[in-house]
């Protein structure tokens, strides 16, 4: 899948499930809330149109293709892990500390990607973006405490 092509399909499935699950937390919130929610949703996306795309890129079940579905997962995962924390109203330290956590890694496995040897020139938009991507979620999920960008402001 041409990488134009994939960036296209991965910003339509995020304003696809933004407005799907997304729009009342949307209405009357703040910019940073919004980013946050948009950001949650962009893994989730990118997550989900990977595991989606395994058997268009294997075309037969190997260690390699279970590998790239799984780390679909993992992404999906840690969108669905900042949207938690997006929504925890209380505080849980514990769930800022495991979104932390998952971002994290997942930053560092996009780096990854985007970095090693036999990288494709054609994943470099994509890597970029995902790379983006996760270290926003990184920084918005630290700074998210109950009271700050929350819906109310």
Known sequence: MDALVFLAVWF??????????GRRAWHGSAGLFRLYLVTG??????????VLVTPLRFREL???A?????????VAFTGAFNLLN?????????????????NGVVTVFFVAIATHRGAEPLHDPVSGMMIVASVVATTLGLLREPGNFSRAS
């Open 12 to 21: 339509g499935m995020t304003f696809l499930l933004v407005g799907l699950w």
């Open 41 to 50: 949703w962009a893994l989730v996306a990118v997550g989900i149109l990977q």
């Open 62 to 64: 190997s260690e390699s």
């Open 66 to 74: 279970l590998w790239f579905c799984a780390s679909g997962f993992l």
């Open 86 to 102: 997006l929504d925890n109203k209380v505080g849980q330290s514990s769930l800022r500390r495991v979104c932390t956590l998952a």
